[in-house]
């Protein structure tokens, strides 16, 4: 199933639809072995019967749209770990190495689909195909594979939860302790907002929580304007801050670039909602002119909040605004109101995958199945809070999750579709590059993965046993 790679939760509520659809009709290998007969001619494109296709203008939109979150917030952060020419360059070399991945992934799922006669497939459904196209070994992992990504897709998605919940009570702490003179345990302003956060989840119909993502839509960017403001209201200067940071401090650069700017999880629902799904590719197609515009858009803000706040800087530029500044304290309280009516949003796909994919169908029909749906829940919205409680750190968490789920997600997986796909259509240099270039990018992956993560828990360790 389709999820949310994207750090705003409003960005999810216009897509979630689609992805529920996909994922109740997965074109795996058994439907499409059950598929119409070979046609050479077959073209996806023309027979995906979308009920309110979105334009070229509308999918960059929702591009951008998405790329204002609580990770492009955490830009500067990840520039002091890196120093400013470091991450400047570095945020540019991966959004690229990103936006091929992308390619890789929508080009495979158009060359299958072409193959299987069905018109779109969800990310776990290209994952599964794929492999069954390549050399024994991976046909062997086919049956699973589809399982792997939905997982890491689900910690990813509760990763996200928990950023959200941390960024809100961080904010709120913020506003507290410059109203009051005080210093409030964060985790307090956790426990203050579990209650309600819990009945916004219990909203079963997406219906009713899509209209908060247009009030925080509105909120954030009212929000970014202010933040940009304070940015640039005193001139920036490099003096004292780094140019190149320290190299064992890269991982949490790479991790929470990735966080912010991969959109793995909504790019397969957006271009199968497209009017004009064959230019979402190519050179100045959607992507790419979205993916410009928003490591752009990643670089400024990394690169002028750190010159700004230097090694103070915060896991959420937020949270270094003046604190004794109204403007200042009604940005955070607007974020975090933002953040907090659409948590439901963003946890409804990790409510999805574990109720309708696993524990729903184990269930099956009983007469208790909605007290269960609703512990689910619950249960989901628990262990976000919990794993917040016990690791209160916005940019660890950050990173931390950027690491382990979207190295393999943004980088790895995809790198391995491709090859599968062209297994036995190459030969020759076209199949030594195909391995070479998507082994690179798989041992990028691994190494993000298990070097990100583990420096992430590393600091973990360390920032709360000091």
Same mark, same amino acid.
């Given at each position: 199933?389709?999820?949310?790679? /994207?750090?705003?939760?409003?960005?999810?509520?216009?897509h979630v639809?689609n992805?529920?659809?996909? !994922?109740?009709?997965?074109?795996?290998?058994?439907?499409? *072995?059950?598929?119409?007969?070979k046609?050479?001619?077959?073209?996806?494109?023309?027979?995906?019967?979308?009920p309110?296709?979105?334009?070229n203008?509308?999918?960059?939109?929702?591009?951008?749209?998405?790329?204002?979150?609580?990770?492009?917030?955490?830009?500067?952060?990840?520039?002091?770990?890196?120093?400013?020419?470091t991450?400047?360059i570095?945020?540019?070399?991966?959004g690229?190495i990103?936006?091929? &991945?992308? /390619?890789?992934?929508v080009?495979? +799922?158009? $060359?299958?689909?072409?193959?299987?006669?069905?018109?779109?497939?969800?990310y776990?459904?290209?994952a599964?195909?794929?492999?069954?196209?390549?050399?024994?070994?991976?046909? !062997?992992?086919?049956?699973?594979?589809?399982?792997? %990504?939905?997982?890491?897709?689900?910690?990813?998605?509760?990763?996200?939860?928990c950023?959200?919940?941390?960024?809100?009570?961080?904010?709120i702490?913020?506003? %507290? =302790?410059?109203v009051? =003179?005080?210093?409030?345990?964060?985790r307090?302003?956790?426990?203050?907002?579990?209650?309600?956060l819990?009945?916004?989840?219990? %909203?079963?119909?997406?219906?009713y929580?899509?209209?908060?993502?247009?009030l925080?839509?509105?909120?954030t960017?009212?929000?970014?304007?202010?933040?940009?403001?304070?940015?640039?209201?005193e001139?920036v200067?490099?003096?004292?801050? =780094?140019a190149?940071?320290?190299?064992?401090?890269?991982p949490?650069?790479?991790?929470? %670039?990735?966080?912010?700017? *991969?959109?793995i999880?909504?790019?397969?629902?957006?271009?199968? $909602?497209?009017?004009?799904?064959?230019?979402f590719?190519? !050179? &100045?197609? @959607?992507?790419n002119?979205?993916?410009?515009?928003i490591?752009?858009?990643?670089v400024?803000?990394?690169?002028?909040?750190y010159?700004?706040?230097? !090694?103070?800087?915060?896991?959420?530029?937020t949270?270094?605004?003046?604190?004794h500044?109204?403007p200042?304290? &009604?940005?955070?309280?607007?974020l975090?109101f933002? #953040?907090?009516?659409?948590?439901?949003?963003? &946890?409804?796909v990790?409510?999805d995958?574990?109720?309708?994919?696993?524990?729903?169908?184990?269930?099956?029909?009983?007469?208790?199945?909605?007290?269960?749906?609703?512990?689910?829940r619950?249960?989901? @919205?628990?262990i976000?809070?919990?794993?917040a409680?016990? #690791?209160?750190?916005?940019?660890?968490? #950050?990173?931390l999750?950027?690491?382990?789920c979207?190295?393999?997600?943004?980088l790895?997986?995809?790198?391995?579709?491709?090859?599968s796909?062209?297994w036995? +259509?190459t030969?020759?240099?076209?199949?030594?590059?195909?391995?070479?270039?998507n082994?690179?990018?798989i041992?990028?992956g691994?190494?993000?993965?298990?070097i990100?993560?583990?420096?992430?828990?590393?600091?973990?360790?360390?920032?709360?046993?000091?």
């Open positions: 199933m389709t999820k949310n790679g /994207h750090n705003n939760p409003a960005f999810v509520s216009e639809d992805i529920k659809q996909q !994922s109740s009709n997965k074109y795996s290998l058994e439907l499409a *072995e059950k598929g119409a007969a046609d050479p001619d077959y073209n996806p494109y023309e027979h995906r019967d979308v309110h296709p979105t334009t203008w509308e999918t960059l939109f929702h591009l951008l749209k998405g790329s204002l979150g609580t990770g492009i917030l955490a830009m500067p952060n990840a520039f002091r770990n890196s120093g400013y020419v991450g400047s570095g945020t540019i070399v991966i690229f990103c936006t091929y &991945c992308i /390619h890789q992934l080009k495979a +799922e158009y $060359e299958l689909c072409r193959r299987k006669k069905v018109p779109s497939m969800n776990p459904a290209v599964e195909t794929a492999l069954g196209e390549g050399p024994s070994f991976f046909k !062997s992992c086919a049956p699973y594979i589809g399982t792997v %990504v939905n997982v890491f897709l689900l910690i990813y998605q509760l990763g996200t939860c950023v959200y919940v941390v960024f809100v009570a961080s904010n702490k913020s506003i %507290v =302790d410059a009051y =003179d005080t210093n409030v345990d964060v307090l302003c956790m426990i203050i907002i579990l209650i309600p819990i009945l916004i989840n219990w %909203v079963r119909q997406l219906k929580l899509a209209p908060f993502s247009t925080a839509n509105f909120i960017m009212v929000s970014f304007a202010f933040i940009c403001y304070y940015i640039f209201r001139p200067t490099t003096e004292g801050k =780094d190149f940071g320290k190299v064992e401090n890269f949490l650069f790479f991790g929470t %670039v990735l966080f912010a700017l *991969e959109a999880g909504v790019i397969l629902p957006l271009e199968n $909602e497209m009017k004009t799904p064959h230019k590719g190519g !050179s &100045c197609g @959607v992507l002119v979205s993916m410009v515009w490591v752009f858009l990643y400024g803000m990394g690169l002028f909040g010159l700004n706040y230097g !090694s103070s800087v915060l896991g959420s530029i949270l270094n605004l003046p604190e500044e109204i200042a304290q &009604c940005v955070k309280a607007m975090a933002a #953040i907090y009516i659409t948590h439901g949003l963003a &946890c409804y990790a409510i995958i574990t109720w309708n994919d696993y524990v729903g169908k184990k269930l099956g029909p009983q007469r208790n199945k909605l007290f269960w749906e609703y512990a689910v619950t249960g989901l @919205v628990l976000t809070f919990l794993l409680v016990a #690791i209160p750190n916005l940019e660890l968490f #950050i990173s999750f950027g690491a382990l979207l190295s393999a997600l943004g790895a997986f995809p790198a391995l579709i491709q090859i796909t062209h036995y +259509e030969t020759g240099l076209a199949k030594g590059w195909l391995l070479l270039s082994f690179v990018l041992i990028v691994i190494l993000g993965l298990v990100g993560t583990y420096t992430s828990l590393k600091e973990i360790v360390l920032t709360f046993t000091e």
